[in-house]
């Protein structure tokens, strides 16, 4: 991929009025992921990271709750599109804990990683094919959606072209 189109095609930005956008959201985004996806997503504490993931989750065919893995570290699904893990970093104090609770293996083909709290993760966690940003807003969020790999870069065009008003 060249670094034209990770600069110019790769980002999207909207705004989200409250959690069941957000979840709105988070099922829109679930219609274009593939089962080898990495997301990220970063935000201040309550910033609604744990609602788009469980968007995603729900738009993938979870039918039951989903809850924020803090103290668990992950959360595995087994859906039709195959494994999905969530994990929540948070609670991490070293970056080499990933490596000691096997976070490689989680990494395979077969599985759509989305990952709260990537920075606690630095070092040891892949590049991410998509990077979700959230930040407050007024009295809403701003959510920011940044391809950093070719099929982050085909997520991100996909979700676009979905409709929306989605200028960066």
């Known amino acids: 991929m060249t670094d034209v189109i990770a600069q ?3 980002a999207i930005r909207l705004e989200v009025a409250d959690e ?6 988070g ?12 997301i990220t997503l970063q935000g201040d504490l309550g910033a609604g990271k744990t609602t788009l993931s469980r968007g995603i ?33 948070y609670r991490m104090v070293d970056a080499e804990e990933l490596e000691y609770m096997g976070f490689a293996d989680y990494l395979s ?14 070092g040891f966690l892949p590049l991410a094919d998509v990077n979700i940003s959230i930040e407050q807003s007024g009295e809403g969020r701003c959510v920011t959606l940044k391809a950093q790999s070719e099929a982050g870069v085909e997520l991100v065009q996909k979700l676009e072209r ?4 989605f200028a960066v």
């Open 57 to 89: 989750l729900l738009g993938l065919g979870h039918t039951g709750n989903v809850k924020s893995p803090t103290y668990a570290l992950v959360e595995p699904y087994e859906l039709e599109l195959g494994s999905v893990y969530h994990f929540d970093l």
């Open 109 to 122: 083909d077969a599985a759509l990683c989305l990952i709260e709290w990537p920075e606690r993760g630095e």
């Open 162 to 165: 979905s409709g929306g008003s």
């Open 27 to 38: 099922r829109r985004v679930s219609k274009f992921v593939n089962p080898s996806l990495v």
């Open 8 to 10: 110019t095609l790769a």
């Open 20 to 25: 069941v956008e957000t979840i709105a959201l």
